[in-house]
């Protein structure tokens, strides 16, 4: 199955007006995120990426064809100067530039040969073969490693931050209250101190 | 006024970006929450001379021994009584007209930069000196854009107004010159003179591009005057300069309330790999044991346990540094360490196990040497630190796997044939699966035992280049489809998920695959086993969407609606923003990880392939 040279170079071109995004929450859709990037852009496809080898809680990834590079470029650029969230709260998104093998329906490169060839084991290279072959295993076992501590990370943060977020809002109503109730003006006009009457 | 509290009471200063400019105002400022009001992102805050809010505390001015004038330049055209001066010495350093100096602030860890553009004493024996800044990369990264900055860059300032140039006392006991500083022009205008290798060798800093306090643009072009000088005198000077150059960063001057020093004397030579200026300025509380560089020892790791322990050295500032704040916070609720002691910051020993060798080839390093509570940032951790980490790993690797038995090299033809792969159709073959969503037919495949994962392929093969290798090299017609790359893929790596025909068909490919070993072009023995797909667990939420129990979110249904409000960016002076930034570090942390781990997984992998004695060529 041969493709032409021309779709290939479209394909390319298409690769570089793609956001890859992710840290995504699993409950956005396909809509969402269309609609949260059409603020900078104009967005002509959202495409999930499928995770078949990775935990599920790592967060979606997802796919962003934007109308040219340009845009993907400011896209991008802007997701990374300042937190930009979909979806949810304080986790933003991550926002890169897409790559060939992100994408599900590559062509083909036109004039390529794939060789192979089989070993045995009186082959002079089997060793070595098979010394590659063992340490790329272990390399899938490291990088399964890494992740759950990434994940674990991930979840310490985030429990971090739901006390702290907890404790701040527990203080918000507290003051809340005090000011809604009239105690606190009551108080500051016994301690003749001056507090706002409103909030802003 | 208001009560401002809500959300919003996190103190101004940990908002982002315009801490750095602010910070200047920060004294003036007074009233934290005043500040809240400001929207950080789009303000300069007036750069407060903050130096004339404060009682200036200077020492007397006769009874300071150190200072001496030098060269007289001329006397001032308006007022009579003001002296020019060409150049001054204080505590034995010679400070002349255009020269650079570190300018330091008691509060601060880094020290400003500017060049002395005027020196002159004032009727009423004041000395002053007027100094133009120049920023730092972090102070003006919102407007940086995409344009990359080296390690040790700074950008001059230019245009008119505030933020521009200061004019202070040359004796403040807050915050005065503390030591020359070598800034070097490199930028290509005509009228510099280019500088030579070994001036940008000892150079503390460069700059070739200016930024403009007006209008916040950031140019390559140079202006005819800054700040009424001519840009002439920014430049570099077109005599060899004859001042000694190892003053780069020492303060000589010594302040009683210094709170640092500037050590970096050893780093100079290491300005050669990248490891730049920014060695040389940066504060060490204790210069005797930190090594920037991160310490590597070699331990050997436990033998027992077949799956490796893993961790990363992290060097969590190598991210823009507008971090750096966030890091003091980090670096604070870490607990505090006594200052001799290294302390190493989130960093955990890597102890790789090469599995063939029987135990030798450990390699640990930890990273991260940060002191505790004085030294509050490390705009030190450098991305080129961890590529020493890099370097030093990949020869520590070589060194174990070099002893491994070395193979005789026997030039011998071997006896396989290359396998061309061309597109292969088997006779006869129709088409034999239903053409389901991939999705189900992996599920239907697992559960049949027909499904098989193949990796160390080519990443940038094709689904149907993956079908037909396995078609020409097994023989057998295939559905395959390769795994699309995400976050955590290694780049080298290409993976495919395989259904065949039958559990059979999978077994005797696997078990072939095992015994035998099917070489791609360029040295690639493919890995297959067993695929197995995660479950599809719905979670409802991911880590670090928090939200506050008695609050519901309503974030299924009305989805289209909350889309866009529930997507957006975070003002600066709220927590969501301090959180989202600690998150943003998390993130850049852990891309930094992976990038480590790919970068040593592939530096192993070639160094196998290193080894094959006929590869085949594409």
């Known amino acids: ?200 | 006024m208001c009560v401002c509290v809500s959300l919003h009471f996190v103190p101004f200063h940990f908002s982002l970006f315009d801490a750095n400019l602010t910070r200047r105002a920060y004294f003036a400022a007074g009233c934290i929450l005043q500040c809240t009001q400001f929207k950080a992102f789009e303000k300069l805050t007036p750069h407060c001379d903050k130096y004339q809010m404060l009682p200036f505390r200077e020492a007397e001015e006769d009874s300071s021994p150190n200072f001496s004038w030098g060269v007289k330049k001329g006397k001032g055209a308006l007022n009579k009584g003001v002296q020019f001066y060409k150049s001054f010495t204080y505590e034995g350093v010679d400070i002349s007209l255009y020269d650079c100096v570190y300018m330091c602030r008691p509060d601060e860890d880094e020290p400003d930069i500017g060049k002395v553009v005027k020196i002159w004493e004032t009727a009423q024996k004041k000395r002053m000196v007027k100094v133009v800044w120049f920023f730092r990369p972090t102070e003006v990264i919102h407007w940086l854009g995409n344009i990359k900055l080296l390690d040790n860059e700074l950008l001059l300032a230019s245009g008119e107004g505030i933020g521009l140039s200061n004019c202070n006392p040359v004796i403040l006991l807050q915050e005065a010159i503390t030591g020359k500083c070598n800034v070097v022009c490199i930028s290509t205008d005509t009228r510099n003179p280019q500088p030579k290798d070994e001036d940008l060798d000892t150079a503390d800093f460069v700059f070739c591009r200016t930024f403009d306090v007006r209008t916040r643009e950031i140019s390559e072009e140079f202006p005819n005057s800054i700040a009424q000088i001519e840009v002439e005198h920014y430049f570099n000077k077109e005599t060899d300069q004859k001042q000694p150059l190892h003053h780069g960063g020492k303060g000589s001057l010594e302040k009683p309330q210094s709170s640092s020093s500037f050590g970096g004397t050893t780093t100079k030579t290491v300005v050669k790999d990248g490891q730049s200026g920014r060695s040389t300025q940066l504060k060490k509380a204790t210069s005797s044991s930190r090594e920037r560089h991160g310490n590597i020892s070699v331990t050997n790791g436990t033998v027992a346990r077949t799956e490796v322990k893993y961790s990363c050295c992290i060097s969590p500032t190598s991210l823009s540094d507008s971090h750096a704040l966030k890091k003091r916070k980090l670096l604070d609720s870490s607990g505090t360490a006594p200052f001799e002691q290294h302390k190493v910051m989130q960093s955990k020993s890597q102890v790789t196990k090469v599995v063939e060798k029987g135990g030798q080839g450990n390699i640990s390093v930890t990273d991260k040497t940060v002191a505790g509570t004085e030294v509050k940032h490390s705009y030190c951790t450098s991305p080129t630190s961890l590529s020493n980490i890099h370097a030093l790993k990949k020869r520590n690797l070589q060194d174990s796997l070099g002893t491994a038995p070395f193979e005789q090299r026997k030039v011998m033809k071997s006896t396989s044939q290359v396998i061309e792969i061309t597109a292969w159709v088997k006779e006869g073959a129709s088409t034999w699966f239903k053409e389901q969503p991939w999705n189900e037919r992996l599920h239907v495949a697992q559960e049949r035992g027909t499904l098989v994962l193949l990796e160390n392929l080519d990443p940038s093969y094709t689904s149907a280049e993956v079908e037909d290798i396995v078609g020409r090299a097994l023989e057998q017609k295939v559905s395959a489809k390769m795994v699309q790359h995400n976050t955590f893929s290694n780049s080298l790596n290409g993976k495919a998920f395989v259904i065949f025909k039958s559990s059979e068909h999978a077994e005797t490919a696997i078990s072939k695959l095992k015994k035998r070993c099917l070489m791609l072009g360029d040295g690639r023995p493919v890995v297959a086993r067993r695929g197995t797909i995660e479950e599809p667990v719905k979670c409802s939420g991911l880590p670090g969407h928090l939200s506050i129990g008695r609050i519901k979110f309503q974030k299924l249904g009305e989805e289209m609606r909350k889309a866009v409000s529930t997507s957006h960016h975070s003002q600066s002076n709220t927590i969501e923003h301090e959180m989202a930034v600690e998150w943003r570090a998390l993130q850049e942390k852990s891309s930094l990880w992976w990038k480590a781990l790919h970068e040593k997984q592939a530096a192993e992998i070639e160094l196998l392939r290193g080894k094959l004695k006929s590869p085949i060529w594409n």
């Not at chain 1, 845009?71 to 060939?100: D, H």
């Not at chain 1, 991930?154 to 809002?169: R, V």
Request: include cysteine; aromatic fraction near 8%.
């Open chain 1, 1 to 200: 199955m041969e493709t032409s040279d021309k779709e290939y170079v479209a394909f390319g071109e298409k690769v570089k007006r793609t956001i890859f995004i992710d840290n995504l929450s699993p409950v956005a859709t396909e809509a969402v995120v269309k609609a949260a990037l059409d603020q900078f852009g104009n967005v002509i496809q959202v495409k999930f990426i499928p995770n078949y080898l990775e935990p599920k809680n790592i967060g979606q990834a997802a796919l962003v064809e934007v109308e040219n590079a340009d845009q993907a470029k400011t896209i991008i650029s802007e997701l990374s100067n300042s937190p930009f969230m979909i979806c949810g709260m304080p986790r933003p998104v991550r926002a890169r530039a897409a790559e060939a093998e992100m994408f599900d329906d590559r062509p083909r490169k036109p004039g390529r040969k794939i060789v192979c060839r089989w070993l045995d084991s009186s082959d002079p290279d089997f060793e070595v073969a098979n010394k590659i072959k063992l340490t790329v295993r272990k390399q899938a076992e490291e990088s399964k490693f890494l992740l759950k501590h990434q994940l674990e990370e991930e979840e310490n943060l985030s429990k971090k931050q739901m006390e702290t977020l907890n404790a701040s809002y527990k203080k918000f109503e507290i003051i809340e209250s005090v000011v809604s109730n009239r105690v606190a003006t009551r108080l500051a006009e016994r301690y003749r101190v001056r507090v706002a009457d409103a909030e802003h």
